[in-house]
């Protein structure tokens, strides 16, 4: 677990699942060789032999009285294709209620977008169905991005039944509000659009007594993009859009003072973004 304060703003992670290797599969031109020669990479963010370390985590977002989760991992109970995904049972809900979040604090639900790893906590099984795992949150959605994967020719997510077991049961409750790509959750906090990973992505800025941060959602899957920004995931709507995307934030939070926490970035997760020649670098 980490936490970060931005002015009056705490930020909390809490990890489902932190793992080397098997991230060829989401990031095909990261191979070992291509990453150690990405020698800073070393030790946080990849091993020595180039294998890449990512993380599933959750980040809780406390301001004043007010609790906004940002995405929701993978889950328990839930038919997934990839092994180490599929019917988990892990203390996520122990995890977070040790953190000080028990679920029934959360007030707020953001999903920076519909994948199996950003919605899965969103449900959990009781009694036989899929109920609302935070009983006292709006859930945010992009209204954009559920446009997008509510329709059945978008059978990506239907596959596995992401969005039947994930995010309808949400809407079914009543729970859901749809929300535009530059949605304001409250004065410090507020969805910047970062489209092309999916259609509708969203990332999430706080702005807090002269304090910046960005939580990047899935625009950069790992810090070996800053080095490659052309290193598109597999899991990319459109790789030129999300390229172009990720190339824009980059330049843009270059050498600034903004705090950048990583969706799926390892320990330690937050730093800065640095100019390095003609691409960029991670400082933590």
């Known amino acids: 677990m980490n936490n970060w304060q931005v002015g009056n703003v705490k930020i909390t992670r809490v990890i489902e699942m932190q793992v080397s290797g098997g991230s060829k599969f989401i990031l095909p031109d990261a191979t070992r ?33 007010r609790r906004i989760m940002v995405d929701t991992c993978l889950g328990n109970d839930k038919e ?9 049972h892990g203390p996520f809900l122990e995890d977070i209620s040790a953190a000080g979040y028990p679920r029934e604090s959360i007030d707020t639900v953001l999903c920076t977008h519909l994948h199996v790893d950003h919605v899965g906590w969103n449900t959990m099984w009781v009694d036989e169905k899929w109920v609302p795992t935070f009983p006292n949150a709006r859930y945010l959605f992009g209204r954009t991005e559920w446009d997008h994967w509510s329709q059945e020719q978008n059978s990506q997510a239907r596959s596995e039944d992401i969005i039947g077991d994930s995010v309808q049961p949400i809407v079914d409750a009543n729970l859901a509000d749809l929300v535009d790509s530059d949605h304001k959750i409250t004065d410090e906090i507020w969805l ?36 490659r920004p052309d290193w598109r995931s597999s899991a ?29 970035f390892a320990t330690p997760t937050a730093g800065h973004i640095l100019r390095d020649g003609d691409v960029y670098r991670f400082k933590v």
Request: glycine share 10%; aromatic share 6%.
């Open 33 to 65: 060789d291509a990453v150690q020669k990405i020698d800073w990479l070393t030790p946080h963010f990849a091993e020595p032999d180039g294998r890449l370390i990512m993380s599933i985590h959750a980040l809780i977002i406390e301001v004043g009285d």
């Open 80 to 88: 997934r294709g990839i092994p180490g995904w599929n019917m988990r």
């Open 192 to 227: 910047e659009p970062t489209p092309g990973h999916t259609p509708g992505h969203v990332s999430v800025r706080i702005s807090s007594q002269g304090e910046d941060a960005l939580i990047t959602g899935d625009f950069m899957h790992h810090p070996c993009q800053m080095a």
């Open 236 to 264: 990319d709507y459109d790789g030129e859009w999300a390229e172009n995307t990720r190339n824009g934030l980059l330049e843009q939070y270059a050498d600034q003072p903004v705090l950048v926490i990583g969706t799926h």
